[in-house]
Structures are given as structure tokens and as C-alpha cells.
T-cell receptor
Framework: DSGVTQTPKHLITATGQRVTLRCSPR?????VYWYQQSLDQGLQFLIQ???????AKGNILERFSAQQFPDLHSELNLSSLELGDSALYFC?????????????FGQGTRLTVV | KNQVEQSPQSLIILEGKNCTLQ??????????LRWYKQDTGRGPVSLTI?????NTKSNGRYTATLDADTKQSSLHITASQLSDSASYIC?????????????FGTGTRLTVIP
């Protein structure tokens, strides 16, 4: 168990809909990263938050948004869903521990858009 | 720009054969590099960590190398087994005062066939 919790584990929704994915980081981890993983694209970085503030942005679509709350949990909002958004969405959390810094991943949310 | 590139994107090998996965990075200032293994449908889990002063580290049949001068790392798998079928992700940590920054490769999908 990595200590990172993602909900829900599976989500099936129709095109055009909006969903929210939730990530609870390991206790004490200030950084949260969101990733999208598909068979043909591999792991694609979406966005990073650090202590409530957006830190870095990757290839995140305008239809997608995220936030990190004061209790450090994070949500990824996906709207106007398209078939191509079907993928595994991971979040990872980390904290600075010097040269031993490590990312801990959740089990992912599998999103299927039909 | 901080980036991590992995090659190949995918690889198919016969059971019992060896293989080598590559990771090139431009992350600075460098703190550490980790290789993660991601079994299908699961979150990635750390396999091995390389710090600046380390050249080679083994974890069973997995051997990671790091060349800090050329900013390259490799993961060598010896006598592959069916259970080695997974995605392997290279993650580089940068030293950032006040926050850690992690940079992820897109992964190499390895398939071991009997």
C-alpha cells in the first residue's frame, strides 16, 4: 500500500459528461502530480500542485482542471468528455527527503467514456 | 527545460532473454533517479534509486546504471520472466528549495513472451 488513495477506481460515463477524480496523498506529502496513461501515449504529465498552489503544467487540456485543497487532497475535473479521454488517471504524491525523495502512486482511476 | 526521455516506447522479448531500457534526462540540479515498475492495472512501484555518486545498483535480476556526466541511465533485466511484463518508468528528482520537483518519463512497455 503506497498510502495514496484514488477514488473511484473505475468510472464509466458518456461523452459530453463531466467527472471528478479524487486523490488523497500520503500523510505529510505536499506535492501532488496527476498523470494520464493510455496504451499509445504512455504516461503523460498533466499538472502538479504543491501545498495548494499550481506548480507545473503539462499537456493538460483546457477541458480539464484541477485543484489542491487545504487538507492537501486534490481533485481532477474532466469536462465535455470525449471517447479519447478514456484512460487510466494516476496521481502521485511526494515530499522532499533529500537524495531519497520518492514518488508514491495511487492505484489509478480507470475512466471509460462511451 | 527539465525533461526525461525513455526508449524504446515498447519492447517484446522471449522469456529467458536479457534486455536494456534507456532513460535520458536533462533535469537540473539532479538529486536522484528512480526506476519504477508498473504491473498492468496497478500503480508504479519503486524498483531502484540512483544518486549522483552511484554508477551501478542491482536488485535481483534488475541492474540500474547511471552516468551523471552524460545524464543517462539504463535498466538491464537479466534472464527475463513472464512476470517482468510491465511498464517501466524513469523518474528524476530535482533539488528545489522549498519543494521537490519530480520529472517522469513516459515509460517503456515490456512484454515477455513464452
Amino acid at each position: 500500500d503506497s498510502g495514496v488513495t484514488q477514488t473511484p477506481k473505475h468510472l464509466i460515463t458518456a461523452t459530453g459528461q463531466r467527472v471528478t477524480l479524487r486523490c488523497s496523498p500520503r500523510s505529510g506529502d505536499l506535492s501532488v502530480y496527476w498523470y494520464q496513461q493510455s496504451l499509445d501515449q504512455g504516461l503523460q504529465f498533466l499538472i502538479q500542485y504543491y501545498n495548494g498552489e499550481e506548480r507545473a503544467k503539462g499537456n493538460i487540456l483546457e477541458r480539464f482542471s484541477a485543484q489542491q485543497f487545504p487538507d492537501l487532497h486534490s481533485e481532477l475535473n474532466l469536462s465535455s468528455l470525449e471517447l479519447g479521454d478514456s484512460a487510466l488517471y494516476f496521481c502521485a504524491s511526494s515530499r522532499w527527503t533529500g537524495s531519497n525523495t520518492e514518488a508514491f502512486f495511487g492505484q489509478g482511476t480507470r475512466l471509460t467514456v462511451v | 527545460k527539465n525533461q526525461v526521455e525513455q526508449s524504446p516506447q515498447s519492447l517484446i522479448i522471449l522469456e529467458g532473454k536479457n534486455c536494456t531500457l534507456q532513460c535520458n534526462y536533462t533535469v537540473s540540479p539532479f538529486s536522484n533517479l528512480r526506476w519504477y515498475k508498473q504491473d498492468t492495472g496497478r500503480g508504479p512501484v519503486s524498483l531502484t534509486i540512483m544518486t549522483f555518486s552511484e554508477n551501478t545498483k542491482s536488485n535481483g535480476r534488475y541492474t540500474a546504471t547511471l552516468d551523471a556526466d552524460t545524464k543517462q541511465s539504463s535498466l538491464h533485466i537479466t534472464a527475463s520472466q513472464l512476470s517482468d511484463s510491465a511498464s517501466y518508468i524513469c523518474v528524476v528528482s530535482a533539488k528545489q528549495t522549498g519543494a521537490n520537483n519530480l520529472f517522469f518519463g513516459t515509460g517503456t512497455r515490456l512484454t515477455v513472451i513464452p
